[in-house]
């Protein structure tokens, strides 16, 4: 389930393809994909979401598409996951349907518009600083306790976790926790398995 554990946020690594990282870090045991990507065109985009789609189907994992609900769709992820300035999730679930919706949130009032409008889980940070994405000032791991207590649907913190700070952020209340370049940096199927066995240990 994306909301419990470990969920890798497709990133570049050390120059490595794509799909090399993410057999990696299924290999390893991580069971959902994030497929962020910013800069390539669209039609490559759903080419990529078309091949994770199979990787992910072989190993039983979940994919969730950043921005695109469209292409999320069409590849038959498991949901789309939005930013504060993508598609509003009214009409992300015209598109979506039962698929799963997630919404990155910065703070408690954007948490709490999530949750009333029928995100199904929220992405919540940064939690520490972070180089992987610019997303304001860090939050802090007493503020997702403060979103646990506000909202109803699962918290997935995001930004800077480390396997050094993975456990304030479970202890704090995190259903899950999304990583990128702690997982990256170094033996990625070292690192993968790492949050893993900790994660599946801790929650």
């Known amino acids: 389930m994306y909301f419990r ?15 090399d990282i993410i057999s990696t870090v299924l290999r390893s045991g991580v069971t959902c994909i994030q497929y962020r990507e910013k800069i390539l065109p669209r039609r490559e985009i759903y080419r ?14 979940t994919l ?11 590849v038959d992820a498991d949901g789309v996951h939005l930013g504060q300035d993508d ?12 698929k799963i919706i997630g919404i990155s949130t910065h703070d408690l009032v954007q948490a709490r518009e999530a949750d009333r409008r029928g995100a199904d889980y929220i992405g919540f940070g940064p939690i ?23 909202v109803s649907i699962p918290v997935v913190a995001i930004g800077g976790i480390t396997l050094d700070t993975l456990a304030s952020v479970i202890d704090a209340g995190a259903d899950a926790v999304a990583v990128a370049s702690a997982i990256c ?16 240990k801790n929650y």
């Not at 990529?48 to 994992?61: G, K």
């Not at 969730?64 to 292409?71: E, L, R, V, W």
């Not at 598609?87 to 039962?98: N, S, T």
């Not at 170094?186 to 066995?197: C, M, T």
């Open 5 to 19: 554990g470990v969920c890798f946020i497709s990133t570049e690594c050390s120059g490595l393809p794509l799909f």
């Open 48 to 61: 990529n979401a078309v091949t994770l789609r199979e990787l992910t189907l072989t190993f039983d994992a």
């Open 64 to 74: 969730i598409i950043n921005d695109h609900a469209d292409i999320a769709l069409a």
């Open 87 to 98: 598609l509003p999730l009214k009409e992300a679930r015209k598109i979506m349907g039962k």
């Open 128 to 150: 520490f600083p972070t180089i992987t994405k610019e997303a304001g000032a860090p939050k802090g791991v007493d503020n997702i306790r403060v979103i646990k207590e506000n």
């Open 185 to 200: 940096n170094g033996d990625i199927a070292v690192n993968a398995e790492q949050f893993v066995r900790f994660c599946t």
